[in-house]
């Protein structure tokens, strides 16, 4: 299975104007509740953890910045492959803007990216796939979709979240909770197209695995028990 990363950020819209206007099937960022912290001059140290933690050790000033500019931070270090730094100005984005679905899952995908990124080297250790470490990272992730959907504005977007954890749990080698959240997807949102190629593929690799492209329709039907 092949890791997934997702692409630079845009700006965020008031939460009106994103409802009446933006389409909610694409995230805001390159691929744990949000505290809402309100003070001026506040460095974010959020990162500076233990080295044991496997958590990038970066600090980011974000007072007197808009949540645009942090997010033009994101895009800039996500575009260099600089993912301890990206992951951090996503956060400060995200608590200068609390309570918005779209923040929320840009940094779910942050953590994502950044636990999944095979060149990077976490202090004290190397990345490994199946270390604990990177099981620990995308905990924050999930924590992060399921504020995301808590707060969801209608049901594409939370169609459009929940496509996202599936997609994590293919990257995870999960499969079978991957099917279950594409499920849940298209039964809350039946038209998400993003979710029915995802879950298309996925139902084709499930058949067979050794050459999914040659899965027709008519293979992947369920049948009659």
Not at 210 to 217: E, G, L, N
Request: hydrophobic fraction near 40%; glycine fraction near 6%; charged fraction near 25%.
């Amino acid at each position: 299975m092949s890791k997934r990363r997702t692409q630079a950020p845009q700006a965020p819209k008031s939460a009106a104007s994103e409802r009446r206007s933006r389409p909610a099937n694409t995230p805001l960022i390159a691929g744990a509740a949000v505290v809402a912290l309100a003070a001026a001059g506040l460095w974010f140290a959020y990162f500076g953890k233990t080295r044991a933690s496997g958590t990038p050790h970066v600090s980011v000033r974000a007072d007197g910045l808009t949540t645009q500019q942090m997010l033009d931070s994101v895009r800039t270090h996500f575009e260099a492959h600089q993912w301890d730094a990206a992951l951090a100005w996503a956060h400060a984005s995200n608590v200068s803007e609390p309570g918005n679905a779209r923040l929320l899952l840009n940094e779910a995908l942050a953590w994502h990216n950044y636990a999944q990124d095979a060149t990077q080297r976490w202090p004290g250790r190397s990345a490994t796939r199946t270390s604990l470490d990177r099981i620990e990272l995308e905990k924050h992730a999930f924590a992060l979709l399921d504020s995301a959907e808590a707060v969801a504005g209608s049901d594409e977007e939370w169609a459009n979240i929940r496509r996202w954890r599936g997609t994590q749990y293919e990257v995870l080698g999960s499969p079978l909770d991957a099917v279950q959240a594409y499920e849940e997807a298209l039964a809350r949102f039946p038209g998400h197209r993003a979710t029915i190629e995802r879950f298309g593929w996925l139902q084709r690799l499930i058949v067979r695995p050794s050459d999914p492209k040659s899965v027709t329709a008519e293979d992947a039907a369920p049948r009659p028990r």
